[in-house]
């Protein structure tokens, strides 16, 4: 698969990644299921794989979902030394709940944790996964400073971080991507600057919830730009929004999540579509709802 550079770090990795979150949530499938996922695609060329410790069903199973990817690294066959794993702490799951938390001591806790579920070597990129309004941004991310200082993390990324936020943290610790939500239905990033900011900068754009949330991706077909797209190409409206992320900027690494061999295929086969102009225009200007 073609391969793009990691924000400024000399790294390269899969156009497509692989996002993991799916695996470990509430009715996820069984291990074995999720290892074959997995394995399936690093057959297709697939190098960075999306991650974190909050990636569970409830705080009684922490990092569930890191120690499944490592598990299943450490099972295949093939070469995985140019795989890059990211992760990312921050959140807490309390009941199941999403809740912030960017304590310092939690966050000097949860690294070290995730260092030991995903192997015990270096985290290749961590990522904050969402500022804590109880917790300014520098104490938070002062912790991770320490962190890579250590030798625990080698490059840091931010997730839900506006341009300010970005800005405030690149001045504790180098930034090398951002992790925002990003779909044809949620365009935040080319209003508020978040975007344009990773183009100048040289930062990746992961975007989180490519297909517009679980509930908009099981009906993608049925929305009539994608429908009449699809009917005119070949190709199935998730490829087809998949080409429309990669369309809108260089810096944008699509990190879809499925648990499913055949949707992982057919997502990575979008690494191959090129959309025109005016194709990106019709999906721009016909998603809605």
């Excluded at 009917?231 to 699509?254: H, T």
């Amino acid at each position: 698969m073609e391969s793009t550079e990691l924000g400024t770090t000399g790294l390269h990795v899969s156009v497509i990644g692989l996002g993991a979150m799916h695996f470990s949530l509430a009715g996820r499938p069984s291990e074995a299921e999720s290892v074959a996922v997995i394995h399936r695609a690093l057959d297709l060329g697939v190098t960075f794989i999306d991650t974190a410790d909050a990636y569970c069903i409830d705080e009684t199973e922490k990092h569930h979902n890191e120690r499944l990817v490592h598990g299943a690294l450490a099972s295949y066959d093939g070469d995985t030394s140019n795989v890059v794993v990211a992760t990312k702490g921050g959140l807490m799951r309390p009941g199941g709940a999403w809740v912030t938390d960017g304590h310092p001591d939690h966050l000097r806790k949860t690294i070290r944790d995730s260092v030991e579920a995903l192997g015990g070597a270096p985290i290749t990129l961590w990522q904050h996964h969402a500022p804590d309004p109880k917790t300014p941004v520098e104490v938070s991310l002062s912790v991770v400073k320490s962190a890579v200082d250590e030798g625990l993390i080698r490059f840091v990324g931010v997730s839900n971080y506006s341009v300010e936020l970005i800005e405030r943290a690149r001045r504790v610790v180098d930034v090398v991507s951002v992790q925002n939500q990003y779909s044809p239905w949620h365009r935040t990033p080319e209003k508020d600057g978040v975007l344009e900011y990773c183009e100048r900068e040289g930062l990746t754009f992961l975007p989180w919830s490519p297909f517009g949330g679980m509930n908009r991706a099981k009906k993608l077909a049925e929305i009539p730009v994608l429908a009449a797209l699809s009917r005119e190409r070949g190709l199935s409206p998730q490829r087809l929004v998949l080409a429309w992320l990669r369309a809108k900027s260089p810096r944008i690494l699509p990190i879809p999540g499925t648990t499913k061999i055949e949707h992982l295929e057919d997502c990575v086969a979008a690494a191959t579509v090129t959309l025109t102009p005016e194709e990106v225009r019709r999906i721009d200007e016909g998603a809605h709802g």
